[in-house]
């Protein structure tokens, strides 16, 4: 699905993220684009949300098991309220 597809795209820029704040990129920057990213996907309807809940299960069951609660913890992390 298109939808899997942009989940996995948006897990990779977090990630870059992440690491780009605890080595040493420009952290500051690196923390403005998680919160960024988190405001815009906040913004969306319930159904919308209930939805990227359903994509996030979907990707971390089909995701390395060490990668699952990760994945799982990304809405939470971007502050997410699902």
Not at 51 to 60: K, L, P, Q, T, Y
Not at 64 to 71: A, G, K, L, T, Y
């Amino acid at each position: 699905m298109i939808s899997d597809h942009l989940f996995k795209a948006l897990l990779s820029v977090v990630a870059i993220l992440e690491d780009g704040a605890k080595f040493g990129l420009d952290s500051h920057a690196a923390v403005n684009a998680l919160e960024s990213v988190g405001f815009e996907l906040d913004q969306m309807e319930a159904s919308d949300r209930q939805e990227f809940a359903e994509i996030v299960e979907r990707v971390a069951e089909s995701a390395d098991p060490e990668q699952r609660e990760w994945i799982r913890g990304i809405p939470a992390d971007l502050g997410m309220e699902i």
